[in-house]
């Protein structure tokens, strides 16, 4: 499968940087996010967008739990990963190449029962779009580095995810769960919304 080159989207590196980690990537699929698993309850039964999904150690997970996936990511060398991973595991997803710095980055992208965004700070007027991309009671995931993680050469202040981020959501959204918590790697958090009836 083959995917155009897109756009000039950041996380801890470039697209470049990201298709060359995952070209030299060995080995088979990570484990699926620790405060994914943790927190599958709190998932609708149904669709999820992953965002960013990488090489899929997410989409994988709940493809093999029985949501219907569709994962998107800039990173080809990841998607390809990704599809290599699904057709030996026998599963389905619909994989997309989305530059996430754009500003259509969502559009014709439909509507899921769950988004999950793992491990990538999407910005705040693109955060706000994406109630219109989730169905009646849909769940929005969020997880990744907190703004109390360490920012170094990697780790930019502007890949840390803040409570902040959501502000716009208010009138859209519940709270299901705002959690931080830091081990050896650092400061993680975990973020669950819920879409409210309009």
């Known amino acids: 499968m083959a995917y155009k080159k897109r756009g000039n989207m ?4 470039n ?3 990201w298709d060359q980690k995952f070209e030299q990537r ?5 484990s699926p996010e620790k405060s994914l698993v943790e927190n599958i309850n709190l998932l609708k039964l149904g669709s999820v967008l992953d965002v960013a999904c990488g090489d899929g150690r997410n989409t994988i997970y709940l493809a093999e739990l029985g949501y219907a996936l569709t994962g998107i990511d800039f990173s080809s060398k990841a998607l390809v990963r990704l599809g290599r991973f699904l057709h030996e595991k ?6 997309k190449l989305v530059d996430l710095s ?3 980055a969502f559009d014709g992208m439909g509507v899921f029962d769950n988004i999950v965004i793992n491990h990538y700070r999407l910005d705040a007027s693109k ?3 994406l109630a219109e991309h989730l169905s009646e009671d849909g769940i929005l995931f969020v997880s990744g580095f907190g703004e109390h993680h360490r920012v170094d050469e990697r780790i930019r202040s502007e890949d ?5 981020d959501f502000d716009g959501l208010k009138d859209q959204f519940e709270w299901l769960k705002k959690e931080a918590t830091r081990d050896e790697r650092g400061g993680f958090v975990t973020f669950i919304l819920k879409k409210v009836k309009a």
Request: aromatic share 10%; proline share 0%; charged share 15%.
């Open 160 to 164: 840390l995810i803040r409570i902040s």
């Open 15 to 17: 697209q470049s940087f």
């Open 127 to 129: 955060l706000s779009q």
């Open 90 to 95: 026998k599963l389905k997803a619909y994989l």
């Open 102 to 104: 754009s500003e259509q």
């Open 26 to 30: 060995s080995g088979g699929i990570m």
């Open 10 to 13: 950041q996380y801890m590196g």
